[in-house]
Structures are given as structure tokens and as C-alpha cells.
């Protein structure tokens, strides 16, 4: 019974190793393919205010609608993409239609805002960064100002005085940068003080446990103060709920990013969405002035 039950398990370990290995070659392989057959497109998501309930800017996030596969989420492709180097190409591509889609909404009227574009660890490392986020400002017409790059925590680690060199020329550039998933890596307190950029994004899984765990909450408070003292502004992710925008207005966090507000939207339902008469202004944002 037991062997049995060992052998069972073995097995089903097996084939879960070869479903796994299979998958990642199928990706592998349409990924390839998926930029030059125009199947990759990105989608908006507002960032707003927590105290005005103005909208900031946006996040352009990756989507892959394949024929044969759906929609592929980008947490089964982007581990792909930065393997095999492929998210070179990938990366330049979202970095160039983001800021050409901006400086079209720009165009078009809307009020200018600012997009931002996550980068890879692998992107960030290249020695060609520089010269392609420039290209793509200059090749959109778009004010560096209106972008934001979006950096991990974890690709800081790696070798501090670089990173701080290759942070401190994006900034000069003109561009915002973020730490993405703050919390979620290893950088050290001692290091964060040396990385010019402008905010901190409070990582989802610390939003989505704040309101029952005691301690998150208590993490989330320090993230958001401490990253005061060190001149960054803060924005959480991945608020869902009225109760969650509540407890982060509260305790000054500045601005947040989640469903609750709005789901990542096409280019025209953002621009939709931009367009419509503004909401009535949040309930503790101070008075609320009658339209004029
Ligand atoms: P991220 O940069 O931390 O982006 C936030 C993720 O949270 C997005 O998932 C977004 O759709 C999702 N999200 C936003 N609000 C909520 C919410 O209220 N609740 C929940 N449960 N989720 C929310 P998405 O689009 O699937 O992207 C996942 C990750 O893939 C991103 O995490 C980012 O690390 C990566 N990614 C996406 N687009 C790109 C890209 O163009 N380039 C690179 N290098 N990475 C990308
Ligand atoms: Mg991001
Ligand atoms: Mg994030
Ligand atoms: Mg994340």
C-alpha cells in the first residue's frame, strides 16, 4: 500500500516535471513568434491619488492573446521571455508602444499623464537601456516627464554602485522611477537610501493581508513612513476594497493602484475612462468644491 502509494507519487511528480518542461517549450517556442504575428498588446492601469482622487498616470502591463492558447497571463511568460533573452525585444517593443500611446492620448486632448512600464531585471543590466529609453522618447515625441520605469527590488541587489550609476542617468534623463513589489525581495535599508527614485509600490500581497493580519498592517504603516523619510512617495497595489483605500488614506499613503478603482483597461476604454465626468471626490479627501 504504502509503495504503492510512494510509487503513485513519484509518478505523478514525474509527469507533473514533464507537463512543466513541456509547457515552457511550447511557450518558448510561440513566444518567438508572438511579436512579428502582432499578438502582444498592453493594456492601462490607473494609478490615482488617495487624497485628491485625481488619476496620476497609468501601468502598462503586457498582454499575449495566442490562437491556440488564449490569453497567456504574463507570470507564464515573462519568466520565458527573460530566460531566453527574448524579453529584450519584448521589452523595447512595450517601452516604444507605451510612449507613443501616450503622447497620442496627449495629442487627442487628454490631460497628460504619466505611463509607466515595468522593466526586467535582464533589460536593466543591458548596456543598451540608456540609448533605447531615449530612442523611445525621442521617436514618440514624448516629455520624459510622462515616463515612469517601474525596477524590482531584487534586480538592485545585484551589484549596488552600477545600479545606483545606471538610476542615477535614467534620472537624469528625466523619467520616474519606482521600486516595484517593495517588500517582496531583499534590499537592504542601508541601500535604499542610496536609489534616487521617486516611489515605493507596496507589493499586493502586503494590501491583500493588511486589514486581517495584525502584522502586515503594521508592515504597511512602516513601508509608507519610512519611505517618507526617505523622500519617496508611496503607492500601494492591489487594492480591492473601499475598507483597504480607507486604511491606506489614513495612514497617508499617496497614492494606490487596484481593482477597486479600475481593472487594466484597453488603450481607448482608458482613454474612455479618462474622459468621463470626474466621480464625486473621495468622502475624506476634504471638502469637496462644487464644480464651478
Ligand atoms: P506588477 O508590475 O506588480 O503588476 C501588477 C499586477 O497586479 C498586474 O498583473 C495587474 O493586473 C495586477 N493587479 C492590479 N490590480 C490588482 C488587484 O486589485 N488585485 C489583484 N489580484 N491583482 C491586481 P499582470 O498584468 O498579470 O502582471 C503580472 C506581472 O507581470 C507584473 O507585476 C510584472 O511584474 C509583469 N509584467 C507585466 N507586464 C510587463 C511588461 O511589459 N514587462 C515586464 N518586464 N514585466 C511585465
Ligand atoms: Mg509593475
Ligand atoms: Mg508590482
Ligand atoms: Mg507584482
Known amino acids: 500500500r504504502a509503495k504503492e502509494a510512494g510509487r503513485n507519487q513519484v509518478q505523478f511528480f514525474e509527469e507533473n516535471m514533464h507537463a512543466r518542461v513541456a509547457e515552457r517549450a511550447l511557450i518558448e517556442s510561440e513566444l518567438r513568434h508572438a511579436l512579428a504575428r502582432d499578438q502582444l498588446s498592453l493594456v492601462y492601469q490607473p494609478k490615482v491619488d488617495l487624497h485628491s482622487g485625481a488619476v496620476t498616470g497609468m501601468e502598462a502591463l503586457i498582454r499575449w492573446q495566442h490562437p491556440g492558447l488564449g490569453a497567456v497571463s504574463p507570470a507564464r511568460f515573462i519568466g520565458v521571455a527573460e530566460e531566453t533573452g527574448l524579453i529584450v525585444a519584448i521589452g523595447r517593443w512595450v517601452l516604444r508602444t507605451a510612449c507613443a500611446q501616450n503622447k497620442a492620448w496627449q495629442q487627442a486632448g487628454l490631460p497628460p499623464l504619466r505611463v509607466a512600464v515595468n522593466l526586467s531585471a535582464r533589460q536593466f543590466r543591458d548596456r543598451v537601456l540608456l540609448s533605447e529609453v531615449r530612442a523611445a522618447l525621442e521617436d514618440s515625441g514624448l516629455d520624459a516627464r510622462y515616463l515612469e520605469l517601474e525596477l524590482t527590488e531584487s534586480l538592485m541587489m ?135
Open 158 to 292: 545585484h551589484n549596488v554602485e552600477e545600479v545606483v550609476t545606471v538610476i542615477e542617468s535614467l534620472k537624469q534623463l528625466g523619467v520616474a522611477l519606482s521600486i516595484d513589489d517593495f517588500g517582496t525581495g531583499y534590499s537592504s535599508l542601508a541601500y535604499l537610501k542610496q536609489f534616487p527614485v521617486d516611489y515605493l509600490k507596496i507589493d499586493q500581497s502586503f494590501t491583500r493581508e493588511m486589514l486581517t493580519e495584525p502584522k502586515v498592517a503594521a508592515i504597511v504603516r512602516s513601508v509608507i513612513a519610512l519611505g517618507h523619510i526617505l523622500g519617496f512617495k508611496v503607492i500601494a497595489e492591489g487594492v480591492e476594497t473601499g475598507e483597504e483605500l480607507h486604511y491606506l488614506r489614513l495612514h497617508q499613503c499617496d497614492e494606490m493602484q487596484g481593482y477597486y478603482y479600475s481593472r487594466p483597461l484597453t488603450a481607448e476604454a482608458f482613454a474612455a475612462f479618462i474622459s468621463r465626468p470626474a466621480p464625486a471626490a473621495p468622502a475624506s479627501a476634504g471638502a469637496a468644491r462644487p464644480a464651478a
